[in-house]
């Protein structure tokens, strides 16, 4: 078992302080028939974390993230979203990282954050219609859900996931080196 070192630890929270400042200050609707889901580029810490110090670390780097919005925007409601951007994001970090994590090559890479970006859309696709829905908004799910998964849910998760993982692709080759010092 790996021990965590204080370098690590500073890694671990300084990625998702930059996590949580992309999360707070760059979210914007994606879809315009669901501004309530939000874009945003916080996964790009967690995955570039993720890849350099294993899914724990991205892992970490999800929650930490999350438990900042949360506590500063914790007057505007519900914590849905930041429960979803947990679980969603986990989905999609946590496959590609331990498929990294066994050869650390530029093929594995794109493999992991592709196989990330399917098990995020499903993943996103139960949560909702289970846990997500139910908690947030119960007549969605009597309104046509179909409907709604197929043209709203599906559709931006999946490019959520391709534009995270095409930036952490290009990015991750730059912030590595510095990771890894």
Same mark, same amino acid.
């Given at each position: 078992?790996?021990?965590?070192?204080?370098?690590?630890?500073?890694?671990? %929270?300084?990625? #998702?302080?930059? %996590?949580?400042?992309?999360?707070?200050?760059?979210?914007?609707?994606?879809?315009?028939?669901?501004?309530?889901?939000?874009?945003?580029? #916080?996964?790009?810490?967690?995955?570039?974390? %993720?890849?350099?110090?294993?899914?724990?670390?991205?892992?970490?780097?999800?929650?930490?993230?999350?438990?900042?919005?949360?506590?500063?925007?914790?007057?505007?409601? #519900?914590?849905?979203?930041?429960?979803?951007?947990?679980?969603?994001?986990?989905?999609?970090?946590?496959?590609?990282?331990?498929?990294?994590?066994?050869?650390?090559?530029?093929?594995?890479?794109?493999?992991?954050?592709?196989?990330?970006?399917?098990?995020?859309?499903?993943?996103?696709?139960?949560?909702?219609?289970?846990?997500?829905?139910?908690?947030?908004?119960?007549?969605?799910?009597?309104?046509?859900?179909?409907?709604?998964?197929?043209?709203?849910?599906?559709?931006?998760?999946?490019?959520?996931?391709?534009?995270?993982?095409?930036?952490?692709?290009?990015?991750?080759?730059?912030?590595?080196?510095?990771?890894?010092?």
């Amino acid at each position: 078992m790996e021990r965590t070192t204080t370098k690590k630890i500073v890694k671990i %929270a300084a990625l #998702s302080a930059i %996590a949580f400042i992309l999360y707070f200050i760059l979210e914007f609707p994606l879809l315009p028939g669901a501004p309530f889901l939000k874009f945003d580029f #916080s996964d790009i810490p967690a995955m570039v974390g %993720a890849f350099a110090m294993g899914p724990v670390a991205g892992f970490l780097i999800q929650l930490i993230k999350n438990i900042l919005h949360l506590m500063l925007k914790a007057n505007e409601g #519900s914590p849905v979203g930041e429960l979803a951007n947990i679980i969603v994001g986990c989905a999609y970090i946590i496959p590609a990282a331990l498929i990294y994590k066994r050869k650390k090559t530029r093929k594995n890479a794109v493999v992991g954050m592709s196989v990330g970006v399917v098990v995020l859309v499903l993943v996103a696709v139960l949560f909702n219609y289970f846990v997500f829905l139910p908690l947030y908004s119960p007549a969605l799910l009597t309104e046509g859900a179909g409907k709604y998964f197929l043209t709203v849910i599906i559709p931006f998760n999946f490019i959520k996931g391709v534009i995270i993982s095409v930036v952490t692709f290009i990015l991750y080759k730059f912030i590595s080196p510095i990771l890894h010092k």
